[in-house]
Protein backbone atom coordinates (compact mmCIF):
# COMPACT_ATOMS: atom_id res chain seq x y z
CA UNK A 1 0.00 0.00 0.00
CA UNK A 2 1.36 3.34 -0.86
CA UNK A 3 1.46 5.56 1.91
CA UNK A 4 -0.24 9.24 0.93
CA UNK A 5 -0.23 10.79 4.42
CA UNK A 6 1.84 12.62 7.10
CA UNK A 7 3.14 10.79 10.34
CA UNK A 8 5.35 8.42 8.12
CA UNK A 9 8.06 8.38 10.74
CA UNK A 10 9.18 4.56 9.98
CA UNK A 11 10.08 5.47 6.24
CA UNK A 12 11.69 9.16 7.52
CA UNK A 13 13.12 7.97 11.19
CA UNK A 14 15.00 10.24 13.30
CA UNK A 15 13.67 13.56 11.20
CA UNK A 16 10.90 15.67 13.31
CA UNK A 17 7.80 15.50 12.11
CA UNK A 18 5.67 18.45 11.35
CA UNK A 19 3.71 16.25 8.61
CA UNK A 20 1.12 14.95 11.43
CA UNK A 21 -1.12 17.61 13.67
CA UNK A 22 -0.85 16.04 16.87
CA UNK A 23 -1.18 18.12 20.10
CA UNK A 24 2.34 18.90 20.95
CA UNK A 25 1.75 18.76 24.26
CA UNK A 26 1.21 14.91 24.10
CA UNK A 27 -1.70 12.74 25.38
CA UNK A 28 -1.19 13.88 28.97
CA UNK A 29 0.23 11.82 31.98
CA UNK A 30 -3.26 10.45 32.92
CA UNK A 31 -3.81 8.87 29.56
CA UNK A 32 -0.47 7.63 29.41
CA UNK A 33 -0.75 5.85 32.96
CA UNK A 34 -4.09 4.54 32.75
CA UNK A 35 -2.98 3.06 28.95
CA UNK A 36 0.35 1.67 30.82
CA UNK A 37 -2.29 0.27 33.40
CA UNK A 38 -4.68 -1.50 30.72
CA UNK A 39 -1.81 -3.64 29.70
CA UNK A 40 -2.31 -5.45 32.82
CA UNK A 41 -5.77 -6.73 31.34
CA UNK A 42 -4.47 -7.39 27.61
CA UNK A 43 -5.31 -11.37 28.42
CA UNK A 44 -8.97 -10.16 27.88
CA UNK A 45 -10.98 -9.17 24.71
CA UNK A 46 -12.14 -6.05 24.63
CA UNK A 47 -15.49 -4.71 25.26
CA UNK A 48 -17.00 -4.69 21.81
CA UNK A 49 -19.93 -2.49 22.49
CA UNK A 50 -17.38 0.26 24.60
CA UNK A 51 -20.05 0.48 27.17
CA UNK A 52 -18.17 2.55 29.76
CA UNK A 53 -16.37 4.66 27.75
CA UNK A 54 -19.38 5.18 25.48
CA UNK A 55 -20.91 6.34 29.26
CA UNK A 56 -18.54 8.90 29.71
CA UNK A 57 -17.93 10.41 26.34
CA UNK A 58 -22.50 10.84 26.83
CA UNK A 59 -21.67 12.27 29.94
CA UNK A 60 -19.17 14.89 29.00
CA UNK A 61 -20.73 16.13 25.75
CA UNK A 62 -24.34 16.08 27.22
CA UNK A 63 -25.65 13.76 24.56
CA UNK A 64 -27.52 10.43 24.29
CA UNK A 65 -25.19 7.01 24.42
CA UNK A 66 -27.09 5.48 21.64
CA UNK A 67 -25.57 8.20 19.38
CA UNK A 68 -22.20 7.29 19.81
CA UNK A 69 -19.89 4.62 17.74
CA UNK A 70 -16.31 3.85 18.61
CA UNK A 71 -13.64 2.71 15.75
CA UNK A 72 -10.33 1.99 15.07
CA UNK A 73 -9.36 5.01 14.62
CA UNK A 74 -11.72 7.56 12.52
CA UNK A 75 -10.32 6.00 9.05
CA UNK A 76 -12.58 2.69 10.81
CA UNK A 77 -15.07 4.68 10.79
CA UNK A 78 -15.25 6.21 7.38
CA UNK A 79 -14.86 2.91 5.64
CA UNK A 80 -17.30 1.10 7.78
CA UNK A 81 -20.03 4.00 7.45
CA UNK A 82 -19.11 3.94 3.08
CA UNK A 83 -19.75 0.36 3.44
CA UNK A 84 -22.71 0.33 5.07
CA UNK A 85 -24.61 2.73 3.04
CA UNK A 86 -22.97 2.05 -0.38
CA UNK A 87 -23.92 5.61 -1.93
CA UNK A 88 -23.62 5.97 -5.85
CA UNK A 89 -22.88 9.19 -6.04
CA UNK A 90 -21.31 11.53 -3.72
CA UNK A 91 -19.70 15.39 -3.53
CA UNK A 92 -15.99 15.94 -1.95
CA UNK A 93 -14.58 19.40 -1.11
CA UNK A 94 -11.57 19.67 -3.70
CA UNK A 95 -9.05 19.54 -1.28
CA UNK A 96 -10.23 17.69 1.19
CA UNK A 97 -9.05 14.47 3.41
CA UNK A 98 -7.82 11.58 1.20
CA UNK A 99 -9.75 8.79 3.28
CA UNK A 100 -12.94 10.07 1.75
CA UNK A 101 -12.11 9.61 -1.43
CA UNK A 102 -10.25 6.00 -0.64
CA UNK A 103 -13.90 5.02 0.85
CA UNK A 104 -16.13 5.80 -1.38
CA UNK A 105 -13.91 4.40 -4.45
CA UNK A 106 -14.14 0.84 -2.45
CA UNK A 107 -17.94 1.10 -2.94
CA UNK A 108 -17.30 2.00 -6.84
CA UNK A 109 -18.82 5.74 -5.68
CA UNK A 110 -19.59 8.09 -8.60
CA UNK A 111 -17.53 11.11 -7.03
CA UNK A 112 -17.95 15.00 -7.64
CA UNK A 113 -15.10 17.37 -6.86
CA UNK A 114 -16.56 21.07 -5.85
CA UNK A 115 -13.19 23.19 -5.99
CA UNK A 116 -12.21 25.49 -4.02
CA UNK A 117 -10.96 28.83 -4.98
CA UNK A 118 -7.14 29.73 -3.95
CA UNK A 119 -8.38 33.67 -4.16
CA UNK A 120 -11.10 32.60 -1.49
CA UNK A 121 -8.49 31.00 1.31
CA UNK A 122 -9.90 27.63 -0.25
CA UNK A 123 -12.97 28.56 1.38
CA UNK A 124 -16.71 26.99 0.06
CA UNK A 125 -19.67 29.53 -0.16
CA UNK A 126 -23.41 29.13 -0.70
CA UNK A 127 -22.83 28.23 -4.43
CA UNK A 128 -21.78 24.99 -2.61
CA UNK A 129 -25.84 24.35 -2.47
CA UNK A 130 -26.09 23.84 -5.79
CA UNK A 131 -24.65 20.95 -5.93
CA UNK A 132 -26.56 19.12 -3.49
CA UNK A 133 -29.25 17.62 -5.66
CA UNK A 134 -31.78 15.06 -5.40
CA UNK A 135 -29.32 11.87 -6.99
CA UNK A 136 -26.44 12.59 -4.60
CA UNK A 137 -26.18 10.21 -2.09
CA UNK A 138 -23.41 11.45 0.31
CA UNK A 139 -21.41 14.47 1.14
CA UNK A 140 -18.03 15.07 3.25
CA UNK A 141 -17.26 18.33 4.65
CA UNK A 142 -14.67 18.76 7.44
CA UNK A 143 -14.43 21.77 9.63
CA UNK A 144 -11.57 22.77 10.21
CA UNK A 145 -10.62 21.96 6.78
CA UNK A 146 -7.35 19.42 6.31
CA UNK A 147 -5.72 20.73 4.93
CA UNK A 148 -5.96 24.21 4.76
CA UNK A 149 -7.33 24.28 8.60
CA UNK A 150 -10.01 26.53 8.08
CA UNK A 151 -13.49 26.56 9.33
CA UNK A 152 -16.72 26.37 7.28
CA UNK A 153 -19.19 29.42 8.01
CA UNK A 154 -21.89 28.14 10.42
CA UNK A 155 -24.34 29.80 8.51
CA UNK A 156 -23.51 27.45 5.57
CA UNK A 157 -23.27 24.47 7.27
CA UNK A 158 -27.15 24.92 8.46
CA UNK A 159 -27.75 25.69 5.18
CA UNK A 160 -25.98 22.50 3.81
CA UNK A 161 -27.47 20.71 6.59
CA UNK A 162 -31.06 21.80 5.90
CA UNK A 163 -30.84 20.81 2.18
CA UNK A 164 -29.11 17.50 2.89
CA UNK A 165 -31.92 16.59 4.99
CA UNK A 166 -34.80 17.73 2.16
CA UNK A 167 -32.83 15.76 -0.41
CA UNK A 168 -32.38 12.69 1.55
CA UNK A 169 -28.19 13.02 1.60
CA UNK A 170 -26.05 11.77 4.25
CA UNK A 171 -23.62 14.63 5.38
CA UNK A 172 -20.66 13.23 7.12
CA UNK A 173 -19.30 16.51 8.85
CA UNK A 174 -15.82 15.93 9.96
CA UNK A 175 -14.91 17.60 13.64
CA UNK A 176 -11.67 15.78 13.92
CA UNK A 177 -9.79 19.28 14.58
CA UNK A 178 -12.70 20.90 16.20
CA UNK A 179 -11.75 21.07 19.87
CA UNK A 180 -8.30 23.06 18.65
CA UNK A 181 -10.55 26.32 18.07
CA UNK A 182 -11.38 28.60 20.53
CA UNK A 183 -14.77 28.54 21.75
CA UNK A 184 -15.01 25.27 19.99
CA UNK A 185 -18.39 24.87 21.02
CA UNK A 186 -19.58 27.27 18.64
CA UNK A 187 -18.62 25.14 15.58
CA UNK A 188 -19.71 22.21 16.27
CA UNK A 189 -23.12 20.77 15.12
CA UNK A 190 -23.06 18.43 17.95
CA UNK A 191 -26.49 19.42 19.04
CA UNK A 192 -27.77 19.25 15.34
CA UNK A 193 -27.73 15.39 15.65
CA UNK A 194 -30.70 14.77 17.65
CA UNK A 195 -32.83 17.15 14.96
CA UNK A 196 -31.23 15.61 11.83
CA UNK A 197 -30.98 12.03 11.36
CA UNK A 198 -29.08 12.61 8.17
CA UNK A 199 -26.14 14.42 10.43
CA UNK A 200 -23.10 11.77 10.97
CA UNK A 201 -20.17 13.68 13.11
CA UNK A 202 -17.06 12.12 12.95
CA UNK A 203 -14.02 12.97 15.59
CA UNK A 204 -11.48 11.43 16.92
CA UNK A 205 -8.68 11.20 20.11
CA UNK A 206 -6.74 11.22 17.45
CA UNK A 207 -5.45 14.83 17.41
CA UNK A 208 -6.14 16.54 20.78
CA UNK A 209 -5.12 13.85 22.99
CA UNK A 210 -1.92 12.61 20.54
CA UNK A 211 -3.38 8.80 20.09
CA UNK A 212 -2.44 7.84 16.78
CA UNK A 213 -0.73 4.68 18.14
CA UNK A 214 -3.67 3.64 20.13
CA UNK A 215 -6.07 4.15 17.13
CA UNK A 216 -9.68 5.56 18.87
CA UNK A 217 -12.52 7.69 17.24
CA UNK A 218 -16.17 7.77 17.56
CA UNK A 219 -19.05 9.31 15.59
CA UNK A 220 -22.55 10.51 16.45
CA UNK A 221 -25.62 10.31 14.57
CA UNK A 222 -29.27 9.69 15.32
CA UNK A 223 -30.07 7.27 12.72
CA UNK A 224 -30.21 3.96 14.80
CA UNK A 225 -30.33 1.91 11.64
CA UNK A 226 -27.31 3.32 10.11
CA UNK A 227 -25.30 2.80 13.74
CA UNK A 228 -26.35 -0.75 13.42
CA UNK A 229 -25.33 -1.40 10.26
CA UNK A 230 -22.14 -0.09 10.17
CA UNK A 231 -21.87 -2.12 13.66
CA UNK A 232 -22.22 -5.10 11.33
CA UNK A 233 -19.83 -3.80 8.91
CA UNK A 234 -16.88 -3.48 11.61
CA UNK A 235 -15.25 -6.16 13.41
CA UNK A 236 -16.46 -6.70 16.74
CA UNK A 237 -12.70 -5.92 18.60
CA UNK A 238 -11.39 -3.42 16.78
CA UNK A 239 -10.85 -0.67 19.75
CA UNK A 240 -8.25 -2.21 22.28
CA UNK A 241 -8.97 -2.37 26.27
CA UNK A 242 -5.66 -0.11 26.02
CA UNK A 243 -7.46 2.45 24.01
CA UNK A 244 -10.55 2.24 25.90
CA UNK A 245 -8.95 3.10 29.19
CA UNK A 246 -7.06 5.70 27.81
CA UNK A 247 -10.04 7.26 26.20
CA UNK A 248 -11.70 7.52 29.48
CA UNK A 249 -9.20 8.76 31.17
CA UNK A 250 -8.71 11.36 28.14
CA UNK A 251 -12.43 12.32 28.84
CA UNK A 252 -11.43 13.04 32.74
CA UNK A 253 -8.59 15.61 32.12
CA UNK A 254 -10.28 18.77 31.42
CA UNK A 255 -7.38 20.72 31.45
CA UNK A 256 -5.63 19.36 28.79
CA UNK A 257 -7.46 20.89 25.82
CA UNK A 258 -7.72 24.09 27.18
CA UNK A 259 -3.94 24.22 27.78
CA UNK A 260 -3.60 23.18 24.26
CA UNK A 261 -5.67 25.52 22.81
CA UNK A 262 -3.60 28.30 25.17
CA UNK A 263 -0.57 26.51 23.52
CA UNK A 264 -1.36 26.74 19.92
CA UNK A 265 -2.60 29.90 20.20
CA UNK A 266 0.95 31.38 21.45
CA UNK A 267 2.76 29.42 19.37
CA UNK A 268 0.88 29.65 15.90
CA UNK A 269 1.26 33.25 15.92
CA UNK A 270 4.35 33.54 16.50
CA UNK A 271 5.34 31.18 13.73
CA UNK A 272 2.72 33.39 11.54
CA UNK A 273 4.53 36.75 12.48
CA UNK A 274 8.16 34.84 10.87
CA UNK A 275 5.94 33.35 7.99
CA UNK A 276 5.09 37.40 7.54
CA UNK A 277 8.92 38.27 7.72
CA UNK A 278 10.09 35.86 5.32
CA UNK A 279 7.15 36.50 2.70
CA UNK A 280 5.89 32.88 2.93
CA UNK A 281 2.50 32.69 1.49
CA UNK A 282 -0.19 31.23 3.88
CA UNK A 283 -3.74 30.87 4.80
CA UNK A 284 -4.91 32.33 8.05
CA UNK A 285 -5.52 28.71 10.29
CA UNK A 286 -7.61 28.18 13.29
CA UNK A 287 -6.21 24.93 13.71
CA UNK A 288 -2.74 23.52 15.13
CA UNK A 289 -1.06 23.27 11.08
CA UNK A 290 -0.43 25.86 8.86
CA UNK A 291 -1.05 25.47 5.29
CA UNK A 292 1.85 27.31 3.26
CA UNK A 293 2.45 27.61 -1.03
CA UNK A 294 6.03 28.26 -1.81
CA UNK A 295 8.26 28.96 -5.12
CA UNK A 296 10.84 26.59 -2.96
CA UNK A 297 10.35 22.89 -2.74
CA UNK A 298 9.73 23.12 0.69
CA UNK A 299 9.49 19.19 1.22
CA UNK A 300 12.66 18.44 -0.34
CA UNK A 301 14.74 21.49 1.24
CA UNK A 302 13.68 20.56 4.80
CA UNK A 303 13.46 16.71 4.44
CA UNK A 304 17.41 17.30 3.71
CA UNK A 305 17.59 19.61 6.67
CA UNK A 306 15.88 16.35 9.13
CA UNK A 307 12.72 17.68 8.82
CA UNK A 308 9.24 16.43 7.64
CA UNK A 309 6.62 18.29 6.60
CA UNK A 310 3.81 17.27 4.58
CA UNK A 311 3.63 17.90 0.49
CA UNK A 312 -0.01 18.40 -0.36
CA UNK A 313 0.49 18.14 -3.88
CA UNK A 314 -1.41 14.86 -3.74
CA UNK A 315 -4.72 16.24 -2.19
CA UNK A 316 -7.34 16.51 -5.07
CA UNK A 317 -6.98 20.46 -6.50
CA UNK A 318 -3.66 21.08 -5.40
CA UNK A 319 -0.13 20.61 -7.46
CA UNK A 320 3.35 20.50 -6.34
CA UNK A 321 4.01 24.27 -4.06
CA UNK A 322 1.37 23.20 -0.90
CA UNK A 323 2.60 22.41 2.09
CA UNK A 324 1.06 21.55 5.37
CA UNK A 325 3.45 21.86 8.87
CA UNK A 326 2.12 20.88 12.38
CA UNK A 327 2.40 23.46 15.41
CA UNK A 328 4.96 21.59 17.37
CA UNK A 329 7.18 22.04 20.69
CA UNK A 330 8.29 25.67 21.22
CA UNK A 331 11.79 24.18 20.72
CA UNK A 332 10.95 21.93 17.18
CA UNK A 333 9.29 25.61 15.52
CA UNK A 334 12.01 27.29 16.27
CA UNK A 335 14.46 24.90 14.43
CA UNK A 336 11.57 24.87 11.72
CA UNK A 337 11.76 29.01 11.33
CA UNK A 338 16.06 28.91 11.40
CA UNK A 339 15.81 26.44 8.63
CA UNK A 340 13.21 28.21 6.52
CA UNK A 341 14.74 31.22 7.09
CA UNK A 342 18.02 29.79 5.60
CA UNK A 343 16.35 28.46 2.50
CA UNK A 344 14.71 31.94 1.67
CA UNK A 345 17.92 33.98 2.40
CA UNK A 346 20.21 31.33 0.32
CA UNK A 347 17.98 31.41 -3.02
CA UNK A 348 16.95 35.48 -2.30
CA UNK A 349 13.55 34.56 -2.74
CA UNK A 350 10.55 35.80 -1.27
CA UNK A 351 6.32 34.95 -2.05
CA UNK A 352 4.92 36.59 -4.77
CA UNK A 353 1.81 36.42 -4.87
CA UNK A 354 0.49 35.58 -8.58
CA UNK A 355 -3.45 36.11 -8.35
Known amino acids: MEYQHGGDVYTYEGMIDFSANINPLGPGSAVVQAAHDALDRM ?7 CRRLKKALAGRLGMEEEYFIFGNGGAELIFSLVLAERPKKAVLLAPSFLEYRQALQAVDCEITLFPLRESEDFQPGEEYLDC ?9 LCSPSNPVGNVIEYKLLLQILERCRDKNIRMVMDECFCEFLDSWEEHTLQEQVR ?10 FTKMYAMPGLRLGYGMCSDQGLLDQMERMRQPWSVSVVAQEAGEAALRDREHPVRTREYIRRERARILKELDRLGIRYYPPMANYIFVRSESD ?3 ELKRRGILIRDCSNYDGLNRGYY ?4 RKKEENTRLLEELKMIYERRGCRWQNPL
Open 43 to 49: TQYPDAR
Open 132 to 140: LKKEIDMIF
Open 195 to 204: EYPNLFILRA
Open 298 to 300: LYE
Open 324 to 327: RFAV
